[in-house]
């Protein structure tokens, strides 16, 4: 049932979590189903268009190519649920592992959370959209950071 109460920041911050997770952290196995899932808590035209930025890329087929996995760490997330539609901001590293080596890309991004139906898909009953890539230089980390 749609929710008439107020989301809880942590909520909010827990769908962005959730969202940034299936998305941009996957294997060949899990790509399929972790953008599917990913897809149920943004909206359409978003979230295809991130779709369609990882076949531009030949994200699969590299993963296939190369035996390689992304991860993803958050480095903030920032929410203002206060007045509808909700936004904020959500800061992250994602983490590209080859056989022996490891590159980090930025993802940053604004966006906008707007109420919907809670369903088994959708836990939060929150719908990503205006997801806007930002630009973002996060401090390198040492090779000890790293390996922790």
């Known amino acids: 049932a749609k929710t008439e109460q107020t989301p809880s920041i942590y909520e909010a911050k827990n769908h962005i979590k959730t969202f940034m ?3 941009f952290a996957h294997d ?3 790509f399929k189903d972790r953008i599917n899932i990913g897809l149920k808590l943004i909206e359409r035209t978003d979230g295809l268009a991130i779709y369609e930025g990882f076949k531009h890329g030949q994200v699969l087929e590299n993963y296939s190519k190369y035996n390689s996995r992304t991860l993803l760490e958050i ?3 920032q929410v203002n649920v206060a007045i509808e539609p ?3 901001v ?3 590293r994602q983490i590209a592992l080859y056989q022996k080596e490891r590159s980090m890309k930025p993802i940053a991004a604004r966006f906008e959370l707007i109420r ?4 088994e898909d ?3 009953g929150l719908l990503l959209k205006n997801f806007t890539f930002i630009g973002y230089n996060p401090p390198v980390k040492t090779r000890e950071e790293i390996h922790e």
């Open 86 to 88: 909700y936004n904020g």
């Open 90 to 92: 959500v800061y992250a």
């Open 21 to 23: 997770q299936m998305m």
């Open 116 to 119: 919907t139906y809670r369903s």
């Open 28 to 30: 060949a196995e899990t």
């Open 122 to 124: 959708n836990p939060f």
């Open 75 to 77: 480095d903030s997330i």
